[in-house]
């Protein structure tokens, strides 16, 4: 596949939508921008992934606990964690068209027109500009590029200014004496609400460092670039955990969970390849090391997850605006000094996943356009989803072969037998081949058929979805096989 495939990506989204996985929001009303709910196959894939995710981080690691904290939280929260400061992006607006854009990804689109030397220097300028926050010198850049805007065409272009990405709302019914004291955000990610429970779950979970704290939610962001279907949506959610550290050793547990977590999603079963680290060079003004793991997407390589080591920035805020403590006591002993180290504000190493982009990274490495050759020489083609088996909505479709001389009924007892212990699907309408190329394009890995020899031998066709090959099973033996196969 090409690293820019925008056939393929646009596949993937029109797949999704007919096939139950992901529609526009509010489609009747013409969708919401960068907002998209998921389908009946879509929200149970969603679900497996976290999940999977979930017993991993927590029940997998003895040190790992999560919480459910809420979104709305008191704003202060927003202050401590320099998000109502620091949490934007340069934006400028075309005068003529009033359409704005991010000024890197205005800058980055010109660059991908251009040749690679060329793409490549307007980047690097980029760059140097952009980490030295000056916008004159970017709106220069823009201006001597001559880059357009895409729907007025023109170079029109206003002053570059901040726009912070919070979403705003109102809270309660009394009205505050100043307008802003009734203000709450949306948060726009689930890290502070693990920070503000540092010392409760520490406590009440009697945790010792290092140990973490996961949390999947929902996270809210005013994008401005939002048209990459739900790799960039305004409403989506994150899986995060913070892992709370001794001072001086968070170097080597960022490495540990660098690593970690490179595993976590190569144990999909999904090739190494389309992983790649990238090492952040320009670091936020609290973070030691960060880095993301791309994932190479239909329109290109691109993060997936983020690793940070925050130091004890996030603690030692919230304890300045809080005026609370947040710290804990290590009484094991130092070797240096022979003491216990005593009282200190824990570092911390986060992973951050988008749920969205992992549901986005899975199908879209999942869907194929196959061809397939037959017997008489001609080839049929279908459109299937490779998703590893403990991910598929759909673990096993159960299809009589006919709806007559009691092949139903034996079906019927088997879905009974199989449905409490992993997600099955009965059907019995259209013939069977069909009915095959229904379960390929949702990604159900197998598919038994009950046919007349059934009656005779307790056995049934078994059809995996990958390979396509049958093979006779006995009726009892669906379950174990089934389940060896998703454990
Ligand atoms: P980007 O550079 O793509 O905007 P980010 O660096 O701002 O992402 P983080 O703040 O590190 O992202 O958030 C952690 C993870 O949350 C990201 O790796 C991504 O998977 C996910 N994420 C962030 N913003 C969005 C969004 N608007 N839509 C979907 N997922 C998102």
Redesign the pocket.
């Known amino acids: 596949m090409a690293t820019n495939d925008n056939n393929k990506f646009q596949a993937v989204i029109a797949h999704a939508k007919e096939y139950g996985f992901v529609f526009p929001s509010s489609e009747i009303y013409d969708g919401l921008s960068a907002v998209y709910d998921y389908g009946p196959w879509g929200s149970e894939l969603k679900k497996n992934i976290r999940d999977y995710w979930w017993k991993s981080m927590t029940q997998l690691h003895e040190n790992i606990v999560g919480i459910d904290a809420a979104i709305f939280m008191h704003p202060t929260t927003w202050k401590a964690s320099g998000h109502v400061d620091n949490f934007s992006d340069p934006m400028i607006d075309n005068k003529d068209s009033k359409k704005r854009y991010r000024v890197d990804h205005l800058i980055e689109a010109h660059a991908e027109t251009l040749a690679k030397e060329e793409g490549e220097a307007l980047l690097s300028s980029m760059d140097r500009l952009l980490s030295g926050d000056d916008f004159a010198g970017l709106k220069k850049l823009i201006g001597d590029n001559k880059i357009k805007c895409s729907v007025s065409g023109t170079c029109n272009w206003t002053d570059i200014r901040q726009f912070n990405l919070m979403f705003k709302t109102e809270f309660g019914a009394t009205v505050a004496e100043k307008e802003e004291d009734n203000i709450v955000y949306l948060r726009p990610?689930t890290a502070q609400g693990i920070f503000v429970n540092f010392l409760n779950v520490q406590k009440t979970a009697r945790m010792k460092i290092p140990f973490g704290i996961a949390q999947t939610g929902k996270a809210f962001?005013n994008?401005i670039v939002a048209r990459q279907f739900?790799?960039?949506?305004r409403e989506?959610e994150?899986m995060e955990m913070q892992f709370f550290v001794r001072p001086g050793t968070e170097g080597a547990w960022y490495k540990f969970w660098k690593e970690e977590r490179l595993k976590w999603h190569l144990s999909l079963g999904i090739p190494a390849e389309k992983y790649r680290y990238h090492d952040h060079i320009k670091l936020a003004h609290y973070a030691k090391e960060a880095c993301?793991i791309e994932f190479e997407f239909p329109i290109g390589f691109k993060?997936?997850?983020?690793i940070h080591s925050r130091g004890d920035y996030d603690l030692s805020q919230h304890q300045l605006y809080s005026k609370k403590k947040l710290q804990y006591y290590d009484n094991d002993i130092d070797p240096a000094t022979g003491k216990p180290y005593g009282n200190y504000v824990p570092c911390v190493v986060e992973t951050?996943?988008?749920l969205?982009?992992m549901f986005l990274s899975v199908l879209s490495y999942a869907y194929e356009e196959e061809t397939i050759s037959k017997e008489d020489g001609g080839s049929d083609s279908r459109v299937v989803l490779r998703l590893p088996a403990k991910l598929a909505p759909i673990k096993l479709a159960i299809l009589p072969l006919t709806k007559k001389d009691g092949l139903p009924e034996i079906a019927r007892t088997i879905m009974n037998d199989c449905q409490d212990e992993f997600y099955c699907f009965y059907e019995e309408k259209d013939a069977i081949g069909k009915r095959y190329r229904r379960m390929d394009a949702i990604g159900t890995p197998f598919c038994i058929t009950v046919d007349h020899q059934t009656k005779e031998d307790q056995t049934v066709t078994i059809r995996y979805r990958d390979t396509m090959t049958q093979e006779r099973l006995p009726v009892n033996k669906v379950i174990e096989l089934v389940k060896g196969k998703i454990r």
């Open positions: 990610e962001r994008e739900i790799f960039r949506m989506f994150q993301d993060e997936l997850e983020g951050s996943i988008g969205d982009r």
